[in-house]
């Protein structure tokens, strides 16, 4: 009887952790996954694309500001607000910025330094940077690591004028700019989120300004 005791235990025993441990890992393991499955079929897309045109629309306005600041001392602190306020739209490891000539010469800037010469109106010269057409969206793309990407087109004018107001360089251009969505974790919870990303010339698209 002894016998028949201890085996009935053990096999009570196996018997629990066959039933209770094996579920609880799988459980573990899968949270993130459901997390990220839930958002991910949740999330409408033209949700994105509303907010990703609308950071589009503070980046084009803070440009166009930027521009607008006359380069001196007393201006600094406004100047530094606005490209903090750029660079946050911006994600880390996406901050590459070309641009284009009249030659088609398509040179790479980091974004910082794009907005230094950005902001280099003076005393003798002003420029200004305006965009003579709407900004366009594509549509979303899912990648690899299930972040999604869209693309942003804006159409840039660049105009550098002399104290009269008399052009000296003009040019218009057409720019992708990328948009990223991608679940990020906040106070243990996965949101997405939505960050501008490289901006890239679209070749041959560089036009004259008449004089």
Do not use: C
């Amino acid at each position: 009887m002894r016998t028949q005791t201890t085996n009935k235990i053990v096999f009570g025993e196996e018997l629990s952790k066959t039933e209770v441990k094996p579920q609880a890992k799988p459980e573990e393991k899968k949270t993130p996954v459901k997390q990220i499955e839930t958002a991910d079929s949740s999330r409408p897309l033209g949700v994105w694309s509303e907010e990703g045109l609308a950071k589009v629309n503070i980046f084009q306005k803070n440009i166009s500001a930027l521009t607008n600041i006359k380069k001196n001392k007393a201006n600094q602190a406004q100047r530094t607000d606005l490209t903090a306020s750029i660079m946050a739209l911006f994600a880390d490891n996406m901050r590459v910025v070309e641009s284009s000539d009249l030659q088609q010469q398509i040179t790479s800037h980091s974004l910082r330094k794009y907005l230094g010469t950005l902001s280099s109106s003076t005393d003798r010269q002003n420029v200004l940077v305006e965009w003579y057409k709407p900004a366009e969206i594509t549509d979303f793309v899912k990648q690899s690591d299930k972040s999604y990407k869209a693309q942003i087109h804006i159409f840039q004018e660049f105009r550098q004028t002399n104290l009269n107001n008399e052009l000296l360089y003009g040019d218009r251009v057409e720019k992708m700019v990328d948009l990223w969505a991608k679940l990020v974790k906040e106070n243990g919870t996965w949101v997405w989120k939505l960050s501008l990303g490289n901006i890239s010339v679209v070749k041959g698209s560089t036009q004259s300004i008449p004089k």
